[in-house]
Protein backbone atom coordinates (compact mmCIF):
# COMPACT_ATOMS: atom_id res chain seq x y z
CA UNK A 1 0.00 0.00 0.00
CA UNK A 2 2.56 2.31 0.72
CA UNK A 3 4.55 1.84 -2.34
CA UNK A 4 1.29 2.66 -4.06
CA UNK A 5 1.09 5.71 -1.97
CA UNK A 6 4.66 7.08 -2.98
CA UNK A 7 4.23 5.79 -6.82
CA UNK A 8 1.09 7.80 -6.87
CA UNK A 9 2.77 10.97 -5.16
CA UNK A 10 5.87 10.44 -7.27
CA UNK A 11 4.12 10.48 -10.29
CA UNK A 12 1.62 13.81 -9.19
CA UNK A 13 5.03 15.39 -8.40
CA UNK A 14 6.64 14.18 -11.99
CA UNK A 15 3.14 15.57 -13.51
CA UNK A 16 3.48 18.90 -11.75
CA UNK A 17 6.71 19.55 -12.86
CA UNK A 18 5.99 18.42 -16.51
CA UNK A 19 3.01 21.00 -16.28
CA UNK A 20 5.67 23.61 -15.01
CA UNK A 21 8.19 23.39 -17.50
CA UNK A 22 5.39 23.42 -20.51
CA UNK A 23 4.08 26.62 -18.76
CA UNK A 24 7.57 27.69 -18.57
CA UNK A 25 8.05 26.78 -22.49
CA UNK A 26 5.00 29.28 -22.90
CA UNK A 27 6.39 32.27 -20.95
CA UNK A 28 9.28 32.40 -22.86
CA UNK A 29 7.08 33.46 -25.88
CA UNK A 30 5.04 36.35 -23.24
CA UNK A 31 8.19 37.31 -22.08
CA UNK A 32 9.93 37.84 -25.33
CA UNK A 33 7.00 39.25 -26.60
CA UNK A 34 6.51 42.07 -23.61
CA UNK A 35 8.07 45.04 -24.75
CA UNK A 36 8.99 45.98 -21.24
CA UNK A 37 11.56 43.18 -21.51
CA UNK A 38 13.48 44.90 -24.29
CA UNK A 39 13.43 41.97 -26.47
CA UNK A 40 10.34 43.16 -28.91
CA UNK A 41 11.47 47.00 -30.12
CA UNK A 42 8.92 49.18 -32.44
CA UNK A 43 9.98 52.23 -34.22
CA UNK A 44 7.36 54.37 -36.28
CA UNK A 45 8.09 56.61 -39.19
CA UNK A 46 4.78 58.84 -40.10
CA UNK A 47 2.12 55.83 -40.45
CA UNK A 48 4.71 53.10 -40.83
CA UNK A 49 5.52 51.06 -37.65
CA UNK A 50 8.43 48.51 -37.78
CA UNK A 51 8.33 45.93 -35.28
CA UNK A 52 11.56 44.21 -34.72
CA UNK A 53 11.93 41.14 -32.50
CA UNK A 54 14.88 39.23 -30.97
CA UNK A 55 14.15 35.31 -30.85
CA UNK A 56 15.87 33.46 -28.29
CA UNK A 57 16.51 30.01 -29.40
CA UNK A 58 13.93 28.78 -26.86
CA UNK A 59 11.39 30.88 -28.28
CA UNK A 60 11.66 29.97 -31.93
CA UNK A 61 11.41 26.24 -30.42
CA UNK A 62 8.47 26.37 -28.68
CA UNK A 63 6.95 28.08 -31.82
CA UNK A 64 8.02 25.71 -34.27
CA UNK A 65 6.68 22.54 -32.24
CA UNK A 66 9.89 20.52 -33.00
CA UNK A 67 9.38 16.79 -32.36
CA UNK A 68 11.46 16.11 -29.21
CA UNK A 69 13.95 14.01 -30.65
CA UNK A 70 14.57 16.50 -32.96
CA UNK A 71 15.09 19.44 -30.20
CA UNK A 72 19.30 18.71 -30.05
CA UNK A 73 19.83 19.33 -33.60
CA UNK A 74 17.53 22.21 -34.04
CA UNK A 75 19.22 24.06 -31.00
CA UNK A 76 22.55 23.35 -32.55
CA UNK A 77 21.18 24.98 -35.58
CA UNK A 78 20.00 28.58 -33.80
CA UNK A 79 22.78 28.65 -31.31
CA UNK A 80 25.47 31.52 -32.35
CA UNK A 81 23.03 32.70 -34.28
CA UNK A 82 20.66 35.87 -33.73
CA UNK A 83 17.25 36.14 -34.87
CA UNK A 84 15.16 38.59 -35.90
CA UNK A 85 11.64 38.93 -36.94
CA UNK A 86 11.02 42.34 -38.63
CA UNK A 87 7.38 43.30 -39.24
CA UNK A 88 6.02 46.28 -40.73
CA UNK A 89 2.09 47.64 -40.82
CA UNK A 90 0.66 50.81 -42.06
CA UNK A 91 -1.45 51.86 -39.23
CA UNK A 92 -5.16 52.50 -40.35
CA UNK A 93 -4.25 50.37 -43.28
CA UNK A 94 -5.84 47.28 -43.61
CA UNK A 95 -4.49 45.14 -46.25
CA UNK A 96 -0.67 44.36 -46.79
CA UNK A 97 1.48 47.06 -46.22
CA UNK A 98 3.04 46.29 -50.01
CA UNK A 99 -0.16 47.49 -51.11
CA UNK A 100 -0.44 50.51 -49.92
CA UNK A 101 -0.34 53.68 -52.43
CA UNK A 102 0.70 51.13 -55.00
CA UNK A 103 0.70 52.40 -58.67
CA UNK A 104 0.11 48.72 -60.19
CA UNK A 105 0.36 45.74 -60.40
CA UNK A 106 4.19 46.51 -61.87
CA UNK A 107 4.42 48.98 -58.57
CA UNK A 108 3.58 45.90 -56.43
CA UNK A 109 6.15 43.39 -57.72
CA UNK A 110 8.82 45.67 -57.52
CA UNK A 111 7.85 45.95 -53.83
CA UNK A 112 7.92 41.88 -53.73
CA UNK A 113 10.79 41.78 -54.95
CA UNK A 114 13.08 43.82 -53.14
CA UNK A 115 11.37 42.14 -49.92
CA UNK A 116 11.76 38.72 -51.32
CA UNK A 117 15.86 39.01 -52.79
CA UNK A 118 16.68 42.61 -51.97
CA UNK A 119 15.74 43.29 -48.52
CA UNK A 120 18.46 41.43 -46.68
CA UNK A 121 21.50 43.50 -48.33
CA UNK A 122 19.96 46.61 -46.50
CA UNK A 123 20.36 44.72 -43.48
CA UNK A 124 22.66 44.48 -40.56
CA UNK A 125 24.04 44.03 -37.21
CA UNK A 126 26.50 45.91 -35.23
CA UNK A 127 27.86 43.30 -32.84
CA UNK A 128 30.76 44.44 -30.36
CA UNK A 129 33.45 45.68 -33.02
CA UNK A 130 32.12 43.67 -35.98
CA UNK A 131 28.95 44.31 -38.68
CA UNK A 132 27.68 41.11 -39.36
CA UNK A 133 25.23 40.75 -42.05
CA UNK A 134 22.20 37.90 -42.62
CA UNK A 135 23.34 34.45 -42.76
CA UNK A 136 19.64 33.84 -43.17
CA UNK A 137 16.96 35.77 -44.43
CA UNK A 138 12.86 34.92 -45.93
CA UNK A 139 10.57 37.25 -46.42
CA UNK A 140 6.87 35.87 -45.11
CA UNK A 141 4.55 36.56 -48.13
CA UNK A 142 1.18 36.61 -46.02
CA UNK A 143 -1.13 36.75 -49.31
CA UNK A 144 -2.96 40.18 -48.18
CA UNK A 145 -4.07 37.81 -45.23
CA UNK A 146 -2.85 40.39 -42.50
CA UNK A 147 -2.00 43.99 -42.57
CA UNK A 148 1.43 43.34 -41.53
CA UNK A 149 4.37 41.41 -43.58
CA UNK A 150 7.35 39.92 -41.95
CA UNK A 151 11.15 39.35 -42.86
CA UNK A 152 13.15 36.91 -40.80
CA UNK A 153 16.89 37.60 -40.30
CA UNK A 154 19.59 35.86 -38.75
CA UNK A 155 23.01 36.47 -37.83
CA UNK A 156 26.11 34.19 -37.00
CA UNK A 157 27.75 35.30 -34.30
CA UNK A 158 30.91 34.57 -33.60
CA UNK A 159 31.71 33.70 -29.95
CA UNK A 160 29.40 31.38 -27.49
CA UNK A 161 25.67 30.75 -27.85
CA UNK A 162 24.22 33.85 -26.33
CA UNK A 163 25.01 37.30 -27.41
CA UNK A 164 28.22 38.61 -25.59
CA UNK A 165 27.38 42.54 -26.60
CA UNK A 166 24.17 44.94 -27.15
CA UNK A 167 22.87 43.98 -30.84
CA UNK A 168 22.32 47.15 -32.89
CA UNK A 169 20.29 46.10 -35.71
CA UNK A 170 19.74 48.40 -38.87
CA UNK A 171 17.28 48.38 -41.92
CA UNK A 172 16.75 50.61 -44.66
CA UNK A 173 13.77 50.05 -46.26
CA UNK A 174 13.96 51.44 -49.61
CA UNK A 175 10.37 50.69 -50.62
CA UNK A 176 9.37 53.09 -48.38
CA UNK A 177 11.46 55.62 -47.77
CA UNK A 178 11.14 56.07 -44.34
CA UNK A 179 15.11 56.58 -43.71
CA UNK A 180 17.39 53.73 -41.89
CA UNK A 181 15.66 51.96 -39.15
CA UNK A 182 17.56 51.23 -35.88
CA UNK A 183 17.29 49.75 -32.63
CA UNK A 184 18.92 48.26 -29.82
CA UNK A 185 18.74 44.92 -28.23
CA UNK A 186 20.51 45.29 -25.14
CA UNK A 187 22.94 42.37 -23.84
CA UNK A 188 21.28 43.07 -20.27
CA UNK A 189 17.83 42.19 -21.39
CA UNK A 190 19.41 39.08 -23.21
CA UNK A 191 20.93 37.76 -20.10
CA UNK A 192 17.74 38.29 -18.01
CA UNK A 193 15.82 35.78 -20.61
CA UNK A 194 14.53 33.06 -18.35
CA UNK A 195 16.26 30.29 -19.44
CA UNK A 196 14.53 26.89 -20.23
CA UNK A 197 16.81 25.13 -22.22
CA UNK A 198 16.92 21.96 -19.47
CA UNK A 199 13.14 21.52 -19.55
CA UNK A 200 11.81 18.80 -22.53
CA UNK A 201 14.57 20.49 -24.99
CA UNK B 1 11.92 99.45 18.64
CA UNK B 2 10.80 96.52 19.99
CA UNK B 3 11.43 92.33 19.63
CA UNK B 4 7.98 92.33 17.84
CA UNK B 5 8.32 95.19 15.44
CA UNK B 6 12.30 93.64 14.74
CA UNK B 7 10.48 90.25 14.49
CA UNK B 8 8.19 91.56 12.08
CA UNK B 9 10.32 93.68 9.76
CA UNK B 10 12.87 90.63 9.31
CA UNK B 11 9.89 88.38 8.89
CA UNK B 12 8.54 91.10 5.70
CA UNK B 13 12.08 91.13 4.50
CA UNK B 14 12.30 87.74 4.27
CA UNK B 15 8.88 87.63 2.71
CA UNK B 16 9.98 89.93 -0.04
CA UNK B 17 13.47 88.22 -0.65
CA UNK B 18 11.49 84.44 -0.99
CA UNK B 19 8.45 86.84 -3.68
CA UNK B 20 11.48 88.18 -5.66
CA UNK B 21 13.48 84.84 -5.32
CA UNK B 22 9.92 82.80 -6.73
CA UNK B 23 9.42 85.92 -9.65
CA UNK B 24 12.83 85.66 -10.64
CA UNK B 25 12.74 81.87 -10.88
CA UNK B 26 9.31 81.84 -12.65
CA UNK B 27 10.58 84.59 -14.94
CA UNK B 28 13.53 82.78 -15.77
CA UNK B 29 11.54 79.13 -16.42
CA UNK B 30 9.19 80.86 -18.41
CA UNK B 31 12.22 82.18 -20.52
CA UNK B 32 13.53 78.42 -20.87
CA UNK B 33 9.83 77.70 -22.70
CA UNK B 34 11.85 79.21 -26.07
CA UNK B 35 14.91 77.42 -28.07
CA UNK B 36 16.59 78.11 -30.89
CA UNK B 37 18.27 75.83 -32.95
CA UNK B 38 20.37 75.94 -36.05
CA UNK B 39 18.43 74.02 -38.18
CA UNK B 40 20.94 74.02 -40.51
CA UNK B 41 23.54 72.00 -38.57
CA UNK B 42 21.39 69.90 -37.29
CA UNK B 43 20.05 68.62 -40.37
CA UNK B 44 24.11 68.56 -41.40
CA UNK B 45 24.65 66.25 -37.84
CA UNK B 46 21.99 64.10 -38.17
CA UNK B 47 23.78 60.73 -38.52
CA UNK B 48 20.93 59.02 -40.68
CA UNK B 49 21.78 62.13 -42.58
CA UNK B 50 25.19 61.09 -42.76
CA UNK B 51 24.98 57.11 -43.28
CA UNK B 52 22.23 57.99 -46.01
CA UNK B 53 24.62 60.11 -48.12
CA UNK B 54 27.39 57.64 -47.70
CA UNK B 55 24.89 55.02 -48.91
CA UNK B 56 24.24 56.81 -52.30
CA UNK B 57 27.94 57.87 -52.83
CA UNK B 58 28.71 54.83 -53.83
CA UNK B 59 26.10 54.39 -56.66
CA UNK B 60 26.71 58.14 -57.83
CA UNK B 61 30.33 57.42 -57.88
CA UNK B 62 29.87 54.63 -59.99
CA UNK B 63 27.91 56.94 -62.21
CA UNK B 64 30.62 59.82 -62.19
CA UNK B 65 32.91 57.26 -62.90
CA UNK B 66 31.04 55.92 -65.97
CA UNK B 67 31.08 59.16 -67.19
CA UNK B 68 34.24 60.10 -66.76
CA UNK B 69 35.50 57.04 -68.54
CA UNK B 70 33.35 58.46 -71.46
CA UNK B 71 35.29 61.93 -71.41
CA UNK B 72 38.73 60.43 -70.96
CA UNK B 73 38.28 58.36 -74.20
CA UNK B 74 37.08 61.29 -75.83
CA UNK B 75 40.19 62.92 -75.55
CA UNK B 76 42.26 60.29 -76.71
CA UNK B 77 40.22 60.11 -79.26
CA UNK B 78 40.01 63.49 -80.48
CA UNK B 79 43.93 63.53 -80.62
CA UNK B 80 43.49 60.58 -82.27
CA UNK B 81 44.37 61.41 -86.73
CA UNK B 82 42.32 57.91 -87.10
CA UNK B 83 38.84 59.03 -85.63
CA UNK B 84 36.10 60.27 -87.85
CA UNK B 85 34.04 62.74 -86.79
CA UNK B 86 30.62 60.36 -86.70
CA UNK B 87 32.72 58.36 -83.98
CA UNK B 88 33.64 61.22 -82.41
CA UNK B 89 29.18 63.25 -81.83
CA UNK B 90 28.72 59.10 -80.79
CA UNK B 91 30.75 59.53 -77.72
CA UNK B 92 30.28 63.06 -77.18
CA UNK B 93 26.42 61.39 -77.25
CA UNK B 94 27.27 59.20 -74.59
CA UNK B 95 28.86 61.95 -72.37
CA UNK B 96 26.22 63.95 -72.51
CA UNK B 97 24.00 61.25 -71.68
CA UNK B 98 25.90 59.57 -68.66
CA UNK B 99 26.16 63.47 -67.58
CA UNK B 100 22.82 63.88 -67.81
CA UNK B 101 21.86 60.56 -65.76
CA UNK B 102 24.23 61.81 -62.82
CA UNK B 103 22.87 65.19 -62.45
CA UNK B 104 19.27 63.58 -62.38
CA UNK B 105 20.28 60.97 -59.73
CA UNK B 106 22.57 63.61 -57.81
CA UNK B 107 19.42 65.68 -57.63
CA UNK B 108 17.06 62.85 -56.66
CA UNK B 109 19.17 61.37 -54.36
CA UNK B 110 19.49 64.63 -52.48
CA UNK B 111 15.56 64.94 -52.51
CA UNK B 112 14.99 62.02 -51.25
CA UNK B 113 17.52 62.45 -48.36
CA UNK B 114 16.07 65.60 -47.71
CA UNK B 115 12.55 64.05 -47.29
CA UNK B 116 13.48 61.12 -45.25
CA UNK B 117 15.51 63.05 -43.22
CA UNK B 118 12.80 65.81 -42.14
CA UNK B 119 10.52 62.67 -41.97
CA UNK B 120 12.50 61.27 -39.34
CA UNK B 121 13.53 64.87 -37.80
CA UNK B 122 10.18 66.48 -37.59
CA UNK B 123 9.25 64.21 -34.73
CA UNK B 124 11.96 64.08 -33.01
CA UNK B 125 12.26 67.76 -32.29
CA UNK B 126 8.55 67.52 -31.30
CA UNK B 127 9.33 64.86 -29.19
CA UNK B 128 12.42 66.58 -27.57
CA UNK B 129 10.60 69.94 -27.21
CA UNK B 130 7.97 68.29 -25.65
CA UNK B 131 10.17 66.34 -22.78
CA UNK B 132 12.04 69.64 -22.01
CA UNK B 133 9.07 71.62 -22.05
CA UNK B 134 9.72 74.04 -24.66
CA UNK B 135 6.60 76.11 -25.86
CA UNK B 136 8.27 77.12 -28.88
CA UNK B 137 11.23 76.15 -30.89
CA UNK B 138 12.86 78.37 -33.82
CA UNK B 139 14.94 76.73 -36.21
CA UNK B 140 17.39 79.27 -37.77
CA UNK B 141 18.59 78.32 -41.13
CA UNK B 142 20.94 81.43 -42.19
CA UNK B 143 17.90 83.01 -44.20
CA UNK B 144 16.78 86.38 -42.07
CA UNK B 145 13.92 84.41 -39.49
CA UNK B 146 16.50 84.56 -36.46
CA UNK B 147 18.59 87.97 -36.48
CA UNK B 148 20.01 87.08 -32.85
CA UNK B 149 19.99 84.92 -30.09
CA UNK B 150 22.56 84.40 -27.48
CA UNK B 151 23.68 81.10 -26.38
CA UNK B 152 21.14 81.26 -23.68
CA UNK B 153 18.21 80.00 -26.17
CA UNK B 154 20.74 78.49 -28.26
CA UNK B 155 19.93 74.60 -28.12
CA UNK B 156 21.41 73.46 -30.75
CA UNK B 157 23.70 70.89 -29.33
CA UNK B 158 21.41 69.63 -27.16
CA UNK B 159 18.88 69.11 -30.04
CA UNK B 160 21.86 66.86 -32.01
CA UNK B 161 21.96 64.97 -29.35
CA UNK B 162 18.56 63.94 -28.56
CA UNK B 163 18.07 63.42 -32.19
CA UNK B 164 20.96 61.14 -32.35
CA UNK B 165 19.80 59.10 -29.40
CA UNK B 166 16.82 58.67 -30.24
CA UNK B 167 18.02 57.42 -33.76
CA UNK B 168 20.60 55.21 -32.42
CA UNK B 169 18.03 53.36 -30.05
CA UNK B 170 14.88 53.58 -32.09
CA UNK B 171 11.97 55.62 -30.88
Known sequence: MKKVISGMLLTGLWLIAGCSSIAEQKDIVRYAENPGNGLRKKVTVGNCTY???????????????TPPDQLGQRRQQLDSMAWFNISFHIEGFESSPLRYKVSGLGDYDTRLNYYLNDAAKDMYLLYGKDTLYPVSYWFENNQNLTAAETMIAGFRLRDGDRPDHDLHFAFYDRVFQNGIIKTIIRKADIDHIPDIQNHNM | MS????????????????????????????????????????????????????????????????????????????????????????????????????????????????????????????????????????GANGMGSVLYNDDFYDKTKEVIDFVNKQYEEGN
Open chain 2, 3 to 138: KSEIRQIIITIAACVLTGAAVLFILRSSNKKIAVVDAVKLFNDYKMKRELEAKEAVRLQYLARQADSIRQIILVKSKSTGTSQKELQALYQSFNAAKATLEQEYQESNQSINEQVWKRLNPAVDAYGKERGFRLII
Open chain 1, 51 to 65: TIQYKPAAYILFLEH
